[in-house]
């Protein structure tokens, strides 16, 4: 007599740490250099009357994120492939150019900063640091392998509580700051450093870049498939990024 064919035991829950990937590491590209600069521009110019800015960006920000993540696990294509399949070739090479020239002048200004405090922390000349930073960031995207330097990026995401370090040293009046929690200001220059801060916060890189790291990821993956053709796998995987998106922007 055969037996009831054993089951494969279930796989163990993934830890949360585990569970931080994309959306944490975008979430963590959004705080770069040109991001600060404005940030810092809108507080020397109107102190804490941009906050409520901070509130009103956060959802929209997941919500579109999460979508992005959606696309490039569903399809295991980034954005760019996915667009290439469904839009004319003159509208997307179009998209695509807005796209390039927006990341251009971006990084510019990304790499300038690096060079700059580089220079603030080791004296020396600001852009040969720039031009080693652009080196290195060359080197990595030629050479390493998403997946073998994503736990390092994700590690380096710790820095980010240096924020909150500051704001508990800093003696921020609290009381004061819970006025500013919605507009109270009018004005053009006002509204300029408003867009501003929408334009830093919701950038379409991002769009491009969680979509296609969660379609590295995927294909790194050795259990994993993109879900047009394991949907089986949706459930856990739109949960995942559910955490994964909403930590990382928050």
């Not at 580089?118 to 020396?124: E, I, K, S």
Request: aromatic share 10%; proline share 8%.
């Amino acid at each position: 007599m055969v037996g009831p064919a054993l089951e494969s035991p279930p796989a163990p829950p993934r830890g949360w740490l585990r569970r931080l990937g994309a959306g944490l590491i975008t979430g963590a590209a959004d705080d770069d250099p040109g991001g600060i600069a404005t940030y810092s521009q809108a507080g020397a110019r109107f102190g804490y009357a941009t906050l409520w800015s901070a509130l009103l960006t956060l959802p929209p920000m997941i919500a579109i994120q999460t979508v992005c993540a959606h696309v490039g696990r569903v399809t295991g294509r980034g954005l760019a492939a996915n667009m290439r399949q469904v839009y004319p070739k003159p509208l997307l090479l179009g998209l695509i150019g807005l796209l390039l020239l927006a990341n251009i002048a971006n990084l510019a200004a990304d790499i300038g900063a690096m060079g700059e405090a580089l220079r603030l922390l080791a004296g020396g000349p600001a852009p040969l640091y720039a031009f080693g930073f652009a080196l290195l960031s060359l080197a990595l995207e030629i050479w390493v392998p998403f997946p073998r330097y994503a736990p390092l990026l994700k590690l380096l995401t710790l820095s980010l509580f240096a924020y909150v370090l500051t704001a508990l040293v800093a003696q921020v009046p609290w009381r004061s700051l819970a006025w500013q929690l919605w507009p109270r200001h009018a004005g053009h220059d006002y509204m300029v450093v408003v867009v501003a801060i929408f334009g830093t916060t919701i950038s379409p890189y991002l769009f491009f870049w969680q979509a296609s790291e969660e379609a590295e990821e995927e294909e790194a993956a050795s259990d994993a498939s993109p879900l047009l053709l394991a949907p089986e796998q949706a459930e856990a995987a739109f949960r995942r990024i559910r955490f994964d998106t909403g930590v990382g922007m928050v």
